[in-house]
């Protein structure tokens, strides 16, 4: 898939701030000219709405009562698949003796995640680092072998949040701010978490929201 590839074009992406959640974004196909003022917002809910009410649109904001999987359990908004990509050169470590016991002087490099929901697959400049299917603990991947120390990197995150969820509202995307963090030991990976661009594909249709670039 392109969205994957380091030579994939995001340069008409926006740029979100982390945390960052599309669930709760207004849908940019909801047309409502007053942003349905005039309907109950509970209508979607109602199982016998007043028939003298005002007809709810199908879309609200960030609320659509068609294609929505979870429906009311969610409170009628859309979940779907995203992908945050970002560009960033590698800052200069400083060298360390201790790291020659470990095989040279050359940094340990993590991506750390503190919280993505959910089914998380990350990538640096082309190879796919792991995956993570949970949405409420923190992950991270080892970076030092893929790393581009003379030039540009690209990391890639596809986020699929796709069917039914677990709780009434959980998001989408990546709800926690990643960090990249240089270590001159290897050690095992754990704990915290980046920032990126989307585009976001609901189970209907897929829909290219220009998420940016940093």
Do not use: C
């Not at 690209?154 to 039914?164: F, P, T, Y």
Request: charged residues 20%; without cysteine; aromatic residues 8%.
């Amino acid at each position: 898939m392109a969205l994957r590839n380091t030579s994939f074009d995001d340069g008409s992406w926006r740029t979100p701030d982390l945390p960052h959640d599309w669930s709760i974004e207004d849908l940019p196909y909801a047309t409502s000219g007053d942003g349905a003022a005039t309907s109950d917002p509970s209508l979607p809910a109602v199982k016998d709405p007043d028939p003298t009410a005002p007809e709810a649109p199908q879309a609200i904001g960030p609320f659509d009562r068609l294609n929505s999987q979870n429906g009311d359990s969610t409170a009628h908004t859309v979940g779907g698949i995203g992908w945050y990509r970002k560009h960033f050169e590698l800052p200069r470590f400083p060298e360390d003796p201790a790291a020659s016991a470990h095989g040279g002087s050359e940094a340990h490099v993590e991506l750390r995640f503190d919280g993505v929901y959910q089914n998380a697959d990350v990538r640096l400049n082309g190879v796919h680092l792991g995956f993570h299917p949970y949405g409420y603990t923190s992950f991270a991947h080892a970076l030092t072998p893929h790393l581009n120390r003379e030039g540009t990197n690209v990391s890639a995150v596809r986020v699929d949040n796709s069917g039914k969820t677990s709780r009434w509202y959980s998001g989408s995307g990546i709800y926690r701010v990643p960090d990249a963090a240089g270590d001159p030991a290897p050690r095992q990976a754990a704990g915290p978490p980046h920032a990126h661009r989307a585009s976001r594909r609901t189970a209907t249709r897929e829909l290219t929201l220009p998420v940016g670039r940093t």
